[in-house]
């Protein structure tokens, strides 16, 4: 069976330092991938999306960036961050076919001090 | 422009009583709805989804929904709410133009609580 893992599930950083989130899935080949941002409890935000190695779309030009090295791993980075970075963030993915379902992680709690 | 509607922010139900998570959606060409659940700080979790076929759809834990094109809702229900249902409940569909990506739209989510 198919499973996401995202790490860390928490983290704290000052504002201005680097930031690294990833996620991998197992179980699946060629996936689409995806990162959101929830803000406040509600609402997700689509930020980065993939179809395949190396490709990577964004939805919303933000102090973030995504690269995906390898067929099942997504990475969420930042070099600097900023305050509004702070949020719960979640990694997904989904098969290729135009019926299916996402599957999320656990998401990672970021806090930017 | 495409988009999905969750009207209530909160929904309160009594343990036992059947509870409705209201969702109607704007989207072009045929629509492919979906329902997840969240409970505090942990990933989504699927419920269930409506691509075609039969209007009410049954899905995990109990859950079911109900298509209604000419409504353009999607509607999930349950016949007894549990204690254990109180979660964070999003409705959403798929973009009609994200093509390969599978790229899906969501509600603004709704919170339901319900109460022993």
């Known amino acids: 069976s198919q499973t996401i893992h995202q790490w860390p599930a928490t983290l704290v950083q000052p504002v201005g330092s680097p930031l690294s989130l990833e996620c991998t899935v197992e179980?699946?080949?060629?996936?689409?991938l995806y990162w959101y941002r929830q803000a406040a409890g509600r609402g997700l935000q689509l930020l980065f999306y993939s179809v395949g190695i190396g490709q990577i779309s964004s939805e919303v030009p933000q102090n973030l960036s995504a690269s995906r090295p390898q067929d099942r791993q997504f990475i969420l980075s930042s070099k600097k961050l900023l305050l509004s970075d702070s949020g719960f963030y979640l990694c997904a993915w989904t098969n290729r076919g135009p019926y299916t379902e996402a599957f999320f992680g656990q998401g990672t709690r970021l806090t930017v001090v | 422009a495409q988009s999905v509607a969750q009207p209530e922010d909160q929904v309160n139900v009594a343990e036992g009583n059947p509870l409705t998570v209201k969702c109607t959606y704007s989207v072009s060409g045929n629509p492919y709805l979906f329902w997840y659940v969240q409970y505090p700080n942990r990933g989504l979790q699927f419920l269930l989804k409506y691509i075609t076929g039969d209007n009410l759809v049954k899905g995990s834990y109990g859950f079911e929904a109900e298509f209604n094109k000419s409504q353009t809702s999607f509607h999930l229900k349950k016949p007894s709410a549990l204690v254990s249902d109180s979660a964070l409940y999003f409705c959403?569909?798929?973009?009609?133009?994200?093509?390969?990506?599978?790229?899906?739209?969501f509600g603004a989510g709704t919170r339901l609580a319900v109460h022993p």
């Open positions: 179980g699946t080949s060629n996936p689409n």
């Open positions: 959403a569909v798929r973009d009609s133009f994200s093509g390969g990506y599978n790229k899906l739209i």
